[in-house]
Structures are given as C-alpha cells and as structure tokens.
C-alpha cells in the first residue's frame, strides 16, 4: 500500500525544517553532502536500512545523469518520487538573460530565490570555450565586499552569500545548456557526451570573494569533485582570492584544489588602493600564506592574476618587484589586459609594453602567458561581471565600444 508524507506530521515538520532555508522555500538537495543527504531521507521516513542506498541513486541521477525532475530518477518507486518531489527541490536556476560573444562565450545571468534577502537574486556566470578545453567561470556571492577599484563587479554591495547549492547549479545549469549531460532516455551506461566534456575546468572568479564564504565554496568544490559524480579532477579546479589569508592555507588543506592570487601590485601603498583587502592582509602576509600553501610544487603552482594598468603599475620597475616578491614561490604570472567598463577610471597598458613586461618576467623564470581578452562585447570578461540585471544603456555600450577601438585597436 503507498505511504504518502504528512507535512502536517509536527516530527515530520520539525525534521524538514532544520533543512529548510531561510526563505521557507523546500530545501534544494542539490549541494548537499551524503550526511545530510541521508539527514534528508530520514525526514521523509526512508527507512533506515535504505537511506544510504537512496542517496546513492540520487547522487547518480543529479550528477552524473543531469537530472532535474524526480520524475525521471527510474529507479526509485513512483511513491518515494513524489514525496521527494512533495519535500524537496532539484530545480535549476532561472536564465534570466543569455548572451554569446562574438568570440564564443557565453554569458548567464542566473536567478535564485531571495535566501532571506527579499526579492530574488542574480548573478553572471561565464563559459570560455578554448582549444582542448572548457573553462567555466562560477560566482560565490551576489555582489562583492572588496570594492577593488578597477573591477566593475566591485561597484554591486554584497547581498548574500550563495549556498553551496547555488554554487553547483552554475555548473549543472551550464553543462545542461551546453549538451555535457546524456539525454535522460539514452541507455544507462552512457554517460558522457560522445565528443566529450565541453565544461572541462571551472574558476572560482566571478562575482564574489570565495573565501568569505568558505564553507559552502568548500561543499560545493568538494561535490564538483567527487569522482562518483561530477567528478572534475581538483587540478582543473582553481579558486581565485584578492587575499583573505587565514582561508588559504584551509582550502589548500580541506579543499585541495589549485590557487590563484588577484595580485596587481608589488608594494603595499598601490596594492591599498587597487585591492583595499590589503590594508587588512598586507604583501608579507599574503605571501608567507602562499609559500606555505599545502601541496604547493613546481607540479602545482600557484597562479598570481595580474591586471595591467596603463601608467600605474606596468612599468619594468614593477616587473623586477614582481619577480623579487614571488622568489622562492613556484608560481605562473597570468597578465591580464585591463577590461574596460562604463564609469572606469583606468586604460589598459599598451601592448607593447604588456609584451616588454611579460618577456622580462619570462626571463627571469616564470611562465607569464598574456591571457586573451575573452567577451568583452557582452561585459564578461575579467572583472566586468555584475548582476541586478543590470543592462547597459545605449549611450554606455558606446562608450564601451569607443574605449576598446581607442585603446586596444578592436
């Protein structure tokens, strides 16, 4: 005889509501570990001896099937379906807007409920095809804290943080638009798309500090990496930080995947002004977290992002400060062209003298690769993301385009 789920059952209520988020919407299990998971089951009376066993199906439909309807999950009863369904959310973030640079990224603007912060929320999310790779760009917070004085996501307060949940449906949502997950009626045993993964890697570099929001990062990067589902290897995983430093040598640690500093200054007066988190973690501690990140090697280098600034820090007396900063560091210098956005009050360096300071960084040991401008027709490149649906208006898509003809002979 079916059992349906008592929602008006007090233990019933009480067990779902410790899962239940802040908003009162039904928990999402997506962005749970299996402990809770399991935690989740219990909820809805799964007996005892079969919550692991269901977890299990439900791990393998949600990450390495795609799924996002309990309808589909064939191997579990109709009756437990539907009370999953009753209880519980697999649903992926709403695509707000949609955008696909003439260069082939593509640009997401994702909603998610409001969390408890009163209407809902939006972030960008960003995919970069390249040769041989897919690199997926995935955001942390709605709006930044940081206020870094050249980057446009810096100008949007923080609204919240996102779960860890939220976190993973970026990734989902993206594999799912991109063809990376098997149609839900192909034979079980085939999993991956027969050209291949098109989202190979993912950055944690959106909008957002990560490691101001450690532990859903931490779950979400810990589930991607999972080798019995999403199953991305922690070397094609790298979080970016402006530098919160007491979290660095924990994500080496309890996470493990690869770092990446936003550097963009050698001495603590410019670093203060570009990168105002460094008032609170000055250059010395910065880089003592680096030389002791765990694991780090000649294998595993740490990743400094450098932005260049015309005029303010891409002269050759900057490059020897970079190369005297980061001696001992086994490390890579990714230089990147200043992105302009409406309202800036930066150039980007001219390239000749980009290539001048890459060569001498070249010179002296370090791999300095000049990273290729990627979307800026759709303001998703390095340090233009921000959400509010906030949609340029004609005049600032002028201005966009004036300033990249003038400055960079696009």
């Not at 089951?41 to 795609?66: C, F, N, T």
């Not at 999950?73 to 959310?89: K, V």
């Not at 002269?315 to 980061?326: F, R, T």
């Amino acid at each position: 005889m079916p059992v349906s789920l008592d929602l008006t059952d007090p233990q019933t209520r009480s067990n779902l509501d410790k899962l239940r988020p802040a908003d009162g919407s039904r928990p999402s299990l997506v962005g749970m570990d299996r402990a809770q998971m399991v935690e989740a089951m219990a909820s809805i009376d799964v007996p005892e001896k079969q919550r692991r066993m269901r977890v299990s199906q439900i791990w393998h439909w949600l990450y390495v099937r795609g799924v996002s309807d309990f309808s589909l999950m064939r191997n579990i009863s109709a009756d437990l379906r539907g009370r999953l369904s009753e209880a519980f959310d697999i649903s992926r973030p709403k695509i707000v807007e949609e955008q696909i640079s003439d260069d082939g990224t593509r640009k997401w603007l994702l909603q998610f409920p409001s969390g408890g912060a009163g209407k809902p929320v939006e972030v960008e999310t960003v995919y970069i095809p390249e040769e041989g790779r897919g690199t997926l760009c995935i955001s942390s917070q709605v709006g930044c804290t940081l206020t870094c004085s050249f980057c446009h996501t810096g100008t949007q307060k923080l609204v919240r943080n996102l779960t860890a949940g939220e976190i993973l449906g970026q990734l989902l949502i993206a594999r799912e638009r991109l063809g990376d997950f098997p149609n839900a009626d192909t034979p079980q045993g085939a999993i991956v798309p027969s050209e291949g993964r098109k989202v190979s890697n993912i950055v944690m570099m959106g909008m957002g500090e990560p490691l101001y929001n450690f532990d859903h990062v931490k779950q979400a990067l810990l589930i991607a990496s999972d080798g019995d589902g999403l199953s991305l290897s922690k070397r094609r995983i790298t979080l970016s930080t402006s530098g919160v430093v007491p979290n660095i040598y924990r994500t080496g640690e309890e996470i493990g995947v690869m770092l990446a500093i936003s550097l963009h200054a050698v001495r603590d007066d410019l670093r203060d002004e570009l990168v105002p988190i460094n008032k609170k973690y000055p250059l010395s501690d910065l880089l003592d977290a680096c030389r002791n990140y765990p694991g780090v090697s000649n294998a595993k280098r740490i990743t400094f992002e450098y932005v260049m600034l015309k005029g303010v820090n891409d002269s050759l007396e900057d490059a020897k400060g970079l190369v005297q900063l980061l001696k001992g560091i086994p490390a890579k210098i990714n230089l990147i062209p200043f992105n302009p956005w409406p309202g800036s009050n930066f150039e980007c360096s001219d390239w000749k003298q980009i290539k001048e300071f890459a060569e001498f960084i070249n010179a002296n040991g370090y791999a300095s690769p000049i990273r290729t401008p990627r979307g800026r027709d759709i303001l998703a490149a390095c340090g233009q993301l921000k959400s509010e649906s906030e949609r340029l208006k004609k005049s600032d898509r002028l201005a966009l385009e004036a300033m990249m003809i003038a400055g960079h002979g696009e």
